[in-house]
Nanobody
Framework: QVQLVESGGGLVQAGGSLRLSCAASERRFSRYDMGWFRQAPGKEREFVAAIDWSGFVTKYAESLKGRFTISRDNAKNTVYLQMNSLKPEDTGVYYC?????????????????????WGQGTQVTVSS
């Protein structure tokens, strides 16, 4: 089972930026789509962004397009989430996850049930 370790969270003022990283423990990382999700206190986990195994196809939550960018470096077994123009409503725990399908193809999935390996999460707090 792969281990996913998120980092890069923290406290930032509204309008600031953060870059989250998620490092995977195995080489097969490059064969799986990867996703980022977040969960605010008292709310359900929600989709943020996903990237296919090749790095060429991405998908974003509509409300986050233009502010967040997902990318990956398969040589480093790492996926990133660049977050700009942060707002207080972006506060939450951010999780990365690995798709359960190898070399899925097409648009990466955006529902939590499509992912079967999750990191422990990293806290992002945006102050107003």
């Amino acid at each position: 089972q792969v281990q996913l370790v998120e980092s890069g969270g923290g406290l930032v003022q509204a309008g600031g930026s953060l870059r989250l990283s998620c490092a995977a423990s195995e080489r097969r990382f490059s064969r799986y789509d990867m996703g980022w999700f977040r969960q605010a206190p008292g709310k359900e986990r929600e989709f943020v962004a996903a990237i296919d195994w090749s790095g060429f196809v991405t998908k974003y939550a509509e409300s986050l397009k233009g502010r967040f960018t997902i990318s990956r470096d398969n040589a480093k077994n790492t996926v990133y989430l660049q977050m700009n123009s942060l707002k207080p409503e972006d506060t939450g725990v951010y999780y990365c996850a690995r798709d359960q399908v190898v070399l899925r193809g097409g648009v990466p999935p955006w529902t939590p049930s499509d992912y079967n390996d999750w990191g422990q999460g990293t806290q992002v707090t945006v102050s107003s």
